[in-house]
């Protein structure tokens, strides 16, 4: 089965830095999702973009992450 119509689900995640940089200086806290992506990249975004797919995923907390988000980009 050919999966290329899925190709513009991968991106680099360095292309969201700057907008997870600018929500987190208004005071949003950023979630990157994604269990099998690559970890972030190390940079200095402050404590409010949390790397949850790489660091602190499990099934419940995927809900509950979920259910409380005001909004995912």
Known sequence: ????????RDWAIETCLPAAANLAEEGISVLRFGLTAE???ETKLGNRVIDYGAIYHSPFMDLYVASRARFFV
């Open 1 to 8: 089965m050919k999966w290329a119509h899925h190709d513009h």
């Open 39 to 41: 970890k972030l990249p």
